[in-house]
């Protein structure tokens, strides 16, 4: 074992598949000489070559596209889009050719693409470099969506992805990748796509969630332990295709279910999840659905306090649960 922070977890991730499969590339803006803006390529131009570490103009539907075709010819392609809020340019090659070609050539063609997009708010980066847009695409048949939450999912779910032959979409959020550690395997190893994860046993509520506010509710339920209030945590990990199977047993195991993501409420992911309570697990129940989630405005304001309003926190998931609890 050794101790890595989430974003080292990214680049072991990247170094190790890279040398297992020589078909594998990576393009993006920044990710060669200056090794990406948050380091995650760092050293990896240098290990494997331009041209298979290709720095690109600013041009995120130039990346997807050439990525896409890329993979229809036998390599494999971990394009980086550097803000997540910056990935609308590229939508027309990710949801109309990535998540269709498959389909559309009735298995003819595969398209083994992972899009590392860096995600998230919490770090001052105002309304252009701090969206949660993974709603966009969980909607998509054809596409695969990941949203690790540690340094061991991360590295998990990175190779789970590489090695996957559909296209898929990596959501890594930029407040996680220094501020924790944790021990990983120094041996290979994959967590499954699709796969959630129970990170914390209980019996009051279940915490359904992913990415950096999986981190938020573990603490929030070590305030609420000394309350006894017993909360079960369920990272989902992977957003498409969901773990339906674990967000009901866990929820008919505590009939409370509190979602928590960090998107705007309104049309997020959790909808999706409560509504699957709401269809499978309704007369298990003891209390209604509750969702914790960023405020319905156009984006994340740059105003420290305001930023701070915005973001779920340990503090609004524990209120949350203690009504939820009470009820």
């Known amino acids: 074992m050794h101790k890595v922070t989430y974003i080292e977890a990214i680049t072991e991730a990247l170094r190790e598949e890279m040398e297992r499969d020589d078909k594998l590339f990576m393009m993006g803006e920044d990710i060669g000489l200056y090794g990406g803006v948050f380091k995650a390529t760092k050293g990896l131009q240098k290990q494997f070559g331009e041209m298979r570490v290709l720095d ?36 027309d090659q990710i949801i109309q050719q990535a998540a269709k070609l498959r389909y559309r050539s009735g298995g003819s063609y595969r398209v083994p693409v992972v899009f590392r997009v860096c995600c998230g708010g919490g770090i001052g980066g105002g309304l252009y470099h701090s969206q949660s847009n993974e ?14 939450a540690t340094p061991y999912d991360a590295k998990g779910l990175l190779k789970a992805a590489i090695r996957d032959n559909n296209p898929i979409i990596y959501f890594e959020h930029k407040k996680l990748y220094r501020s924790l550690k944790q021990d990983i395997p120094d041996d290979d190893y994959i967590v499954p796509i699709g796969k959630a994860d129970r990170k914390l046993e209980g019996e009051t509520l279940s915490i359904i969630t992913y990415g950096l506010p999986v981190n938020y509710a573990l603490e929030a339920a070590k305030e609420l332990a000394k309350e006894n209030i017993k909360v079960e945590v369920i990272d989902l990990r992977t957003l498409l295709p969901i773990d339906k199977d674990m967000i009901l047993e866990s929820v008919k195991k505590t009939g409370r279910a509190l979602i928590v993501h960090e998107a705007n409420k309104t049309g997020g992911v959790g909808g999706e999840i409560a509504a699957i309570i709401a269809e499978e697990a309704f007369d298990y129940l003891d209390a209604p659905v509750t ?16 930023e701070e309003f915005f973001m779920v926190s340990p503090k609004k998931i524990a209120d949350a649960a203690r009504k939820l609890a009470a009820y």
């Not at 997807?64 to 997540?84: D, W």
């Not at 989630?293 to 306090?305: H, I, Q, R, T």
């Open 56 to 91: 690109t103009p600013l041009s995120e539907s130039l990346i997807a596209g050439a990525s896409i075709g890329a993979t229809l010819v036998g390599l494999k392609a971990v394009p980086e889009i550097q803000f997540a809020d910056f990935i609308t340019p590229a939508m």
């Open 135 to 148: 709603a966009w695409f969980v909607d998509q048949p054809g596409l695969k969506v990941v949203a690790p």
């Open 291 to 306: 969702r914790v989630a960023g405020p319905d405005v156009p984006a994340m304001p740059f105003s420290p306090p305001m």
